[in-house]
C-alpha cells in the first residue's frame, strides 16, 4: 500500500484544482475575454483568498481577541489543500495575488518620503515577484514536488524580507508548530488528494491528532512589574521638528505615570524619542534621573562617526546601555538592490540609502532591565527566525507600526511572533507606537495581554 500511495504521489494530478474538463477554443472574441478574466484574474485570486484566510481571520484575534483554534487549524489545512491540487496554470497570477495579500503595505513607508508613487510601484513589483516564486514553486503537478516546495518556502528570503512562512498559519491554530510536524500535516492533507484512495484517504485525517499541541500550560512570566506601553503619534508629525520636544515631554509623563503605578520597568516603543539622544545630554540627564524610580527601554536613534542608528536604549540606577539594530528592513531601513544600483535609483526617486548598516556578522544581543535577561528587538528583527535560535527566555520587542497604518501588517507581524514564541519556547514583550501592544506567550493558548487605543 506504502508503495502504491508513493508511486501516486509521484504521479501528475488527474483533476487538479479547477482544470478545465472541456478545452474550448481560446481563439473567438468572447472566449478570450472569459478566458483572461477566469483563468488570470478570477480564479487565481479566489485561491490566493482562501490560502490567505490563516492570515485574514487573525484580524478578529488582533480586534476583538475572537480566537477559536479550530477554525484557525481548519483554514490552515484548507490553505494547504489549495496549494498541493490547484491547477499549475494558475501558478504565476496565484502568486501575484498571494504576493498582494500578504505584503501589499511594505510601499506603505513611501507615503512619508518625497517619492510616495513608489507606494504603488513597490506593491506591484512584490506581487510579480511572488507571481514569479510560485511559478516555479509550483511548476509542477506533481504532489510530491509540492510537498518539498511548500516544506522548504519558509526558508526563502525574497527581497531581504523571510515573512512569507507558510508554517505560521498554524501559530494561533491547534497543531505543533515545528517543521516535522508541518511536515507530517502537508503530507497528510496530500494523501487526503490521492483520489484513488476514495474513501479510504480520509482515515488517514485520524493521524493529525499526532500533531496537535496538548500543552496548554500557562508560561511563567517574572517577576517583575512591567509596563508594555503603547503610544499612538502619527508618522506624519513624528518627524516634524516643531513637534519633537511635546513628543519628548509625552514620554516623560509616561515614565513618571509609570513610576507613580509602582511598575519595575517601563518599555517604550521604537524611535519613541525621534532624536539621537546620546548626543543630547538634557535628554541623557532627564532620562537618567527617572531611572533611579524606575528602569527604562525606549527606543530612539543614535549615532557616531559612521552613521545614524536604530537604537533600543536602557536606562537603570542613572546609568545607560544600548544595543542597535541588526537586521535592517527592507525599503525601509536599506534598498534590497545591488549597491551598484543605489545611485541609479536614488536619482530616479530621490530617496538615498545606506546599504552598509546591517550588521549579520553581528549575534543577537541582550539586555537587562528589571532583574531580567532579555533578547532585544526592534520591529522587523522580532520576525527574523536569527533572532530565536538560542531559545532565549524573554524578548523586549520594540516598533513603530505608524508607517504601515492602517494595513495586515500588524497582524502578520504578531502572528509571525507567535509562531517564533511557540517554536522556540520564547516570552515576548511588545510595545508599539499607533499598533496594539501585546505580550505574547509560547503555547497554543491564547494568552494575549494587549493594549488597544
Keep these: 500500500m506504502f508503495k502504491q500511495i508513493l508511486s501516486k504521489l509521484l504521479e501528475k494530478t488527474s483533476n487538479p484544482i479547477s482544470q478545465d474538463k472541456v478545452r474550448v477554443s481560446i481563439f473567438k472574441a468572447e472566449n478570450k475575454i472569459w478566458y483572461i478574466v477566469r483563468n488570470w484574474i478570477f480564479l487565481p485570486f479566489l485561491f490566493a483568498t482562501l490560502f490567505s484566510l490563516p492570515l485574514y481571520v487573525n ?36 502568486g501575484f495575488f498571494i504576493g498582494i495579500l500578504w505584503f501589499y503595505w511594505i510601499g506603505l513607508s513611501f507615503r512619508f518620503t518625497p517619492a510616495p508613487h513608489f507606494l504603488y510601484i513597490v506593491s506591484i513589483a512584490i506581487g510579480i515577484v511572488y507571481g514569479f516564486v510560485l511559478f516555479f ?27 512569507f512562512v507558510p508554517d505560521s498559519m498554524l501559530a494561533y491554530s491547534i497543531f505543533k508548530v515545528d517543521k516535522l510536524s508541518f511536515c507530517a500535516i502537508v503530507i497528510i492533507i496530500a ?14 485525517l485520524a493521524a493529525l491528532i499526532l500533531f496537535i499541541d496538548f500543552n496548554t500550560t500557562k508560561a511563567e512570566l517574572p517577576n517583575t512589574k512591567i509596563n508594555i506601553t503603547q503610544t499612538k503619534i502619527p508618522q506624519r508629525i513624528k518627524w516634524q521638528d ?46 537618567s534621573n527617572l531611572s533611579k524610580k524606575i528602569d527604562i527601554v525606549i527606543g530612539a536613534a543614535r549615532t557616531d562617526s559612521i552613521g545614524v542608528y536604530n537604537t533600543t536604549y536602557v536606562f537603570k540606577k542613572g546609568k545607560y546601555n544600548f544595543v542597535d539594530k541588526i537586521y535592517l528592513a527592507p525599503f525601509g531601513e536599506y534598498m534590497p538592490i545591488p549597491i551598484t544600483l543605489l545611485d541609479i535609483f536614488g536619482k530616479i ?15 543577537p544581543q541582550n539586555l537587562v532591565a528589571g532583574n531580567i535577561f532579555f533578547r532585544n528587538a ?55 507606537n499607533y499598533s496594539k501592544s501585546m505580550t505574547i506567550m509560547p503555547n497554543n493558548n491564547l494568552n494575549i495581554i494587549a493594549k488597544g487605543f
Design 59 to 94: 484580524i478578529f484575534t488582533y480586534i476583538n481577541k475572537l480566537y477559536s483554534p479550530y477554525i484557525n487549524a481548519l483554514l490552515a489545512l484548507i490553505a494547504i489543500f489549495i496549494y498541493i491540487n490547484i491547477d499549475r496554470k494558475f501558478r504565476f497570477m496565484f
Design 137 to 163: 514553486a509550483l511548476f509542477f503537478q506533481n504532489i510530491l514536488f509540492r510537498i518539498i516546495t511548500l516544506s522548504l518556502m519558509s526558508y526563502l528570503v525574497i527581497l531581504g524580507f523571510d515573512w
Design 191 to 204: 494523501i487526503v488528494s490521492l483520489k484513488w484512495l476514495r474513501f479510504y484517504r480520509f482515515i488517514v
Design 242 to 287: 516643531v513637534n519633537l520636544d511635546s513628543i519628548e515631554e509625552y514620554n516623560y509623563k509616561i515614565i513618571e505615570d509609570s513610576i507613580n503605578k509602582g511598575y519595575d520597568l517601563v518599555v517604550l516603543p521604537e524611535t519613541s524619542i525621534p532624536i539621537t539622544i546620546n548626543i543630547k545630554n538634557d535628554t541623557i540627564e532627564r532620562l
Design 349 to 363: 526617486s530621490g530617496l538615498h540609502y545606506n546599504n552598509t548598516f546591517n550588521k549579520y556578522n553581528i549575534p
Design 378 to 432: 526592534i520591529c522587523y528583527e522580532a520576525t527574523t527566525r536569527a533572532m530565536y535560535e538560542d531559545n532565549p527566555q524573554y524578548m523586549i520587542v520594540t516598533s513603530n507600526n505608524a508607517w504601515f497604518e492602517p494595513s495586515i501588517m500588524s497582524i502578520l507581524q504578531m502572528m509571525l511572533i507567535k509562531y517564533y514564541s511557540r517554536l522556540y519556547g520564547t516570552i515576548v514583550f511588545h510595545s508599539t
